[in-house]
C-alpha cells in the first residue's frame, strides 16, 4: 500500500506518477517496466518512488488500482444511464458491453495497462494486481447478477456465481481483442469495426442469455395450435 508520504503529495504530482506509471508499464509490462523512466516521465527522482512505495510490485498494484477505479468511475455513469434505458439485465448487458469496447478504444493508457495486467507472467505480480482489479469488477457484476435473479430474470437453477465468473472473463477479453490479433482467432474482433464489431459483442450477450436467463414465452407465430380464426379475412 502506498505511505503516507504518497497521500500528503500535491495531487497533480501524484497525477503525473500515476500516469507515468501507467504508461510505462502498460508498454513493457510489470517485470520490464522501469522506475528510471517513471521518475524520468514524472518528473521526480527515482528514490523518491520508494518513500511513497514500498517497492516495484507495490508502485505497480497501486496504479493498476487507481487505473481500475477511473474505469468504474467513467463507466458507472455509463451504467447509470443505460440503466435506465433499460430494466432486465441482458439488454443492459448488451448495451453496456458496446460502451466498454468504445472506452478501451478511446483510452489507449487504459488498455494497454489492462492488458499488462491480464498477460503479466510474473505470478506474484499477477495475483497482487489481479486481487486489486477483480474486486473492483466483482463487485459491480455481482450486485447486477444478484438483482436480476431478485427480479425473477434468471431461470429456476441456473448459478448466479457461474454467471459472475463468466462476465468476470469477458470483460478483458473485449477490452483487448479489439486490438489484438492473438487473442481472439474465431470472430476475429480486431478485423471488426461499426455496427459488425457490435453485432460480434452482443452476440457473446446473446449466449448467456440463452444459458441463463428464464426463456421468454413462445410468440403467436410460433403457436403449434393456432386459432383457425387467426389470420382469417374479414
Known amino acids: 500500500m502506498p505511505t503516507a508520504t504518497w497521500w500528503n503529495l500535491d495531487g497533480d504530482k501524484r497525477a503525473r506518477i500515476v500516469d507515468a506509471a501507467i504508461a510505462e508499464f502498460g508498454r ?9 523512466v517513471v521518475a524520468r516521465e514524472a518528473g521526480v527522482a527515482k528514490g523518491s518512488l520508494f518513500q511513497y512505495f514500498d517497492d516495484k510490485l507495490d508502485l505497480f498494484a497501486s496504479v493498476c488500482d487507481a487505473c481500475s477505479r477511473r474505469i468504474r468511475d467513467e463507466m458507472g455513469i455509463v451504467m447509470a444511464r443505460r440503466a435506465g434505458e433499460h430494466a432486465e439485465l441482458f439488454p ?10 468504445r472506452y478501451f478504444e478511446e483510452h489507449p493508457d ?5 492488458f499488462a495486467v491480464n498477460l503479466e507472467i510474473d505470478p506474484e505480480a499477477r ?11 466483482r463487485d459491480v457484476l455481482e450486485e ?3 438483482a436480476a435473479q ?14 459472475v465468473a463468466m462476465l468476470l472473463l469477458l470483460l478483458p477479453h ?3 481483442a479489439p486490438a489484438s490479433p492473438e487473442l481472439d482467432p474465431v470472430l476475429e474482433l480486431h478485423r471488426r469495426e461499426g455496427l ?6 452482443t452476440g457473446f450477450v446473446d449466449v448467456l442469455e440463452a444459458a441463463f436467463a428464464v426463456p421468454a414465452p413462445p410468440s403467436a407465430a410460433s403457436d403449434p395450435h393456432p386459432s383457425p380464426t387467426r389470420g382469417a379475412r374479414t
Open 28 to 36: 513493457r509490462g510489470f517485470s520490464a517496466g522501469s522506475l528510471n
Open 92 to 101: 443492459f448487458l448488451r448495451a453496456v458491453l458496446v460502451d466498454w469496447v
Open 110 to 114: 487504459d488498455r494497454a495497462l489492462t
Open 127 to 137: 495475483r497482487a494486481v489481479r486481487a486489486v482489479t477483480n474486486a473492483h469488477y
Open 144 to 146: 447486477l447478477v444478484s
Open 150 to 163: 431478485a427480479r425473477g430474470e434468471l431461470r429456476p437453477g441456473a448459478s448466479r456465481d457461474h454467471l
Open 174 to 176: 473485449l477490452a483487448l
Open 196 to 201: 459488425d464489431l457490435e453485432a460480434a459483442v
